[in-house]
């Protein structure tokens, strides 16, 4: 019986390796379905998904040239999660405004404007400006140490 590549068909277990399981088909030829085509889950051990002598249906991947059949099981199972639909990415609206910072208790509320982009921006880059200051000022202070600057004499 010639193989082909595609081809659904029924096998039976004949020996479980740690990488795979090897299936006699039809006609007496075996072929080898690895470890990561057993099933649509992740598998750490293949005893616990197949047992030799077991019947599968098992879909031909691939012939080589030297004679080697690679075959897979997970193929022939029906699909774990069904395809998500496409959505095409579109971005949210922005907002008309956002508040940059709350006002404090008891303090005058400020004229409420509008942010641009740019004013959002440059308030980002003022907090992230000022953590990376204070972080690298405290490694600094701490590698002060490990360095060996104080020497007496």
Same mark, same amino acid.
């Given at each position: ?8 068909m ?8 740690k990488? &795979? ?5 039809? &006609?007496?030829?075996?072929?080898l ?33 030297? &004679?080697?059949?690679n ?15 496409? %959505? ?15 006002? %404090? ?37 701490y ?7 104080? %020497?007496?004499?």
């Amino acid at each position: 019986m010639e193989l082909a590549v595609g081809t659904i068909m029924d096998g039976k277990v004949s020996t479980i390796t740690k990488f &795979g399981a090897f299936v006699t088909l039809p &006609g007496g030829k075996s072929g080898l379905v690895h470890i990561s085509e057993v099933a649509n889950s992740y598998v750490n051990d293949v005893h616990d998904f197949l047992t030799e002598g077991q019947e599968v249906h098992v879909k031909v991947l691939s012939v080589t040239p030297d &004679g080697k059949i690679n075959l897979s099981i997970k193929q022939t199972l029906p699909a774990a999660h069904p395809p998500r639909e496409y %959505r095409p990415y579109r971005p949210a609206p922005p907002h008309p405004s956002i508040p940059a910072l709350l006002p %404090r208790r008891g303090a005058p509320a400020a004229p409420a404007e509008p942010l641009t982009p740019d004013a959002i921006f440059e308030d980002k880059l003022k907090q992230f400006m000022s953590a990376s200051d204070s972080k690298m000022s405290e490694l600094n202070r701490y590698m002060d140490g490990k360095r060996g600057g104080k %020497r007496r004499k």
